[in-house]
């Protein structure tokens, strides 16, 4: 499946759109011709909008880790603080939105790393190293 429409024999506009790309992106492939382009770094979208940025990216494997994270730590606060799961949860949205914001990108393309996905080019190889998002 290739999501946009690019030839398969000619990778030229590929290589267009990636020059065009801001430093800090990286893109990432898979045999069968799929494409991942995604920030490297913080998640903004993560710190405002939650886990809604796994949902938009059909990401499912992350959210249910966060989901499962949130949980387990709202289940916790509620236990350790006395107080009933809606207001833990309240209570630590905030909290989990600033973990999100610093972890999902992380998590999202070591997750691609498990499903098959390799650098493009030495570019987003190099940034993804440097991050520390490929080992």
């Known amino acids: 499946m290739n999501q946009f429409n690019f030839n398969d024999d000619d990778d030229s506009q590929l290589k267009q759109l990636i020059t065009m790309l801001p430093d800090n992106y990286a893109v990432v492939y898979r045999k069968d011709g799929r494409v991942r382009i995604n ?3 913080l998640s903004f979208t993560a710190l405002f909008f939650g886990i809604l940025p796994a949902w938009f990216r059909g990401d499912w494997y992350n959210i249910f880790c966060m989901l499962g994270i949130e949980a387990g730590l709202t289940m916790l606060y509620s ?8 207001t833990a949860s309240y209570q630590l949205g905030i909290f989990f939105n600033f973990l999100w914001c610093g972890l999902y990108n992380l998590m999202y393309f070591r997750h691609s790393q498990s499903s098959g996905y390799k650098p493009y080019d030495d570019r987003s190889a190099q ?6 998002y490929y080992r």
């Open 39 to 41: 920030k490297v770094g």
């Open 79 to 86: 236990f350790l603080t006395g107080s009933d799961l809606a």
């Open 127 to 132: 940034l993804l190293k440097q991050h520390r």
